[in-house]
Antibody, heavy 119, light 108 residues
Framework: EVQLVESGGGLVQPGGSLRLSCAAS????????MHWVRQAPGKGLEWVSF????????HYADSVKGRFIISRDNAKNSLSLQMNTLRAEDAALYYC????????????WGQGTLVTVSS | EVVLTQSPATLSLSPGERATLSCRAS??????LSWYQQKPGQAPRLLIY???NRATGIPARFSGSGSGTDFTLTISSLEPEDFAVYYC??????????FGGGTKVEIK
């Protein structure tokens, strides 16, 4: 059974930083593409970032480019999102998702970790 | 960026009725369109990928159709657990991957 468990969310001041993590199990982690998708309270879904299985391809949404950094450790089956210079509009539930490498699809989702940006 | 427009925003139906949800793309996405279901307090779940393929474990009452710019998700006979929000998502031209705004299927 695929399991994706996010952690690291919390309250941060505008301009601050936060690092999200996702622990993966139940599949061959190094073979799959991983994404972060976020959802602001009461709003729709927004794709944030993608990293390929061997980390050779990385993409970001324009809204986070230059501020967020995605990475993965295939030895530890873990995915991370380093979020810097946080803004109020970054407040959301952040989901870790997986799908076929480079496919741009979200086959499985974690339960999410909540990021609140407020002074 | 491909913009996906879902309609209607809200669909009020009774259990047993047929639900027809629409997703229109601002440019062709071929067949590279997926549908997700999200229930309150839960993560989204993949229902349909590449326009018409049911994901693992998805009941046969869910079907998808379309290509190019116009797509449809049909639920043949609504079960109580089907009342939820549904999102479409394209992967033809990315980054960015984009989602529609969602259709809420509510109990009439």
């Amino acid at each position: 059974e695929v399991q994706l468990v996010e952690s690291g969310g919390g309250l941060v001041q505008p301009g601050g930083s936060l690092r999200l993590s996702c622990a993966a199990s139940g599949f061959t982690f190094s073979s799959d593409g991983m994404h972060w998708v976020r959802q602001a309270p009461g709003k729709g879904l927004e794709w944030v970032s993608f990293i390929s299985g061997n980390s050779d391809t990385i993409h970001y949404a324009d809204s986070v480019k230059g501020r967020f950094i995605i990475s993965r450790d295939n030895a530890k089956n873990s995915l991370s999102l380093q979020m810097n210079t946080l803004r109020a509009e970054d407040a959301a539930l952040y989901y870790c998702t997986r799908g076929p490498n480079y496919a741009g699809r979200f086959d499985d989702w974690g339960q999410g970790t909540l990021v609140t940006v407020s002074s | 960026e491909v913009v996906l427009t879902q309609s209607p925003a809200t669909l009020s139906l009774s259990p047993g009725e047929r639900a027809t949800l629409s997703c229109r793309a601002s440019q062709s996405v071929d067949i590279y369109l997926s549908w997700y279901q999200q229930k309150p307090g839960q993560a989204p779940r993949l229902l349909i990928y590449d326009a018409s393929n049911r994901a693992t474990g998805i009941p046969a009452r869910f079907s998808g159709s379309g290509s190019g710019t116009d797509f449809t998700l049909t639920i043949s006979s609504l079960e109580p657990e089907d009342f939820a929000v549904y999102y479409c998502q394209q992967r033809r031209n990315w980054p960015p991957l984009t989602f529609g705004g969602g259709t809420k299927v509510e109990i009439k």
